[in-house]
């Protein structure tokens, strides 16, 4: 009976062993998975905070893209060269001009081109169309000494039709119809400084001929 009791005994023994291996590996194993667990849950915090980084990074660069094509469009605006052929001035805007060789400045403008003037009292032209530029001018400076401008120094219109500059012709057309309505033209011109002109210029046009650029010497306007 001693016997059997002493391997009761050792029996006991080993399974109660046994039972706290299993519980030391079962705890060994639950930690393991929250060690695991941690860093996975660290990577994932990690990859949502850099996309996060990415998707602002991606918005200040779309913003500042935009703001770069603003600011573009701007500057190619304040840029623009006004007065040529690609970006003439549009009737009735004045530009400044420099001092000319005679030392006056004006400022001046082509406010309209007139058609349909006949021919002048004593011509003997049968073709062709007689046309006025016309238009205001002021004067911003003068020269030393002057009270007036001098009629010669008034910048000079050009017309311009089918590639050939057309000369003024004041001799052949009627401008009756511009002198009665106070309009000078532009030979007859005598203008005190800050005074102001309303001006005109007469073409006669060859028959048939299509009108291309009209300018103030080379400032253009825009007539189509």
Request: contains cysteine; glycine residues 8%; aromatic residues 8%.
């Amino acid at each position: 009976m001693g016997i059997v009791r002493i391997e009761a005994n050792k029996v006991k023994g080993v399974l109660w062993l046994g039972l706290f291996a299993a519980i030391a590996i079962a705890g060994c194993s639950a930690e393991s998975n929250r060690v695991e667990e941690t860093p996975r849950r660290d990577e994932d915090t990690q990859t949502e905070e850099t996309q996060g980084d990415t998707d602002e990074q991606a918005h200040e660069l779309e913003v500042a893209g935009e703001s770069e094509e603003v600011h573009s469009d701007d500057n190619d605006a304040e840029n623009t060269e006004f007065g040529t052929v690609q970006s003439p001035y549009p009737f009735g805007v004045a530009h400044s001009r420099d001092a000319s060789f005679l030392g006056t400045a004006w400022t001046i403008s082509i406010d309209e081109v007139r058609r349909g003037f006949g021919f002048g009292q004593f011509s003997d032209v049968t073709e062709g169309e007689c046309v006025a530029i016309v238009g205001t001018a002021s004067v911003e400076v003068l020269p030393d000494g002057e009270l007036v401008s001098n009629s010669f120094d008034f910048p000079t219109p050009v017309l311009i039709a089918d590639g050939n500059g057309v000369e003024s012709n004041k001799t052949d057309c009627d401008s009756e119809s511009l002198d009665a309505e106070g309009l000078t033209w532009v030979l007859d011109t005598s203008v005190a400084l800050n005074g102001t002109v309303r001006y005109y210029q007469m073409f006669l046009l060859p028959e048939g001929a299509t009108i291309e650029t009209i300018a103030i010497e080379d400032t253009v306007y825009n007539f189509n």
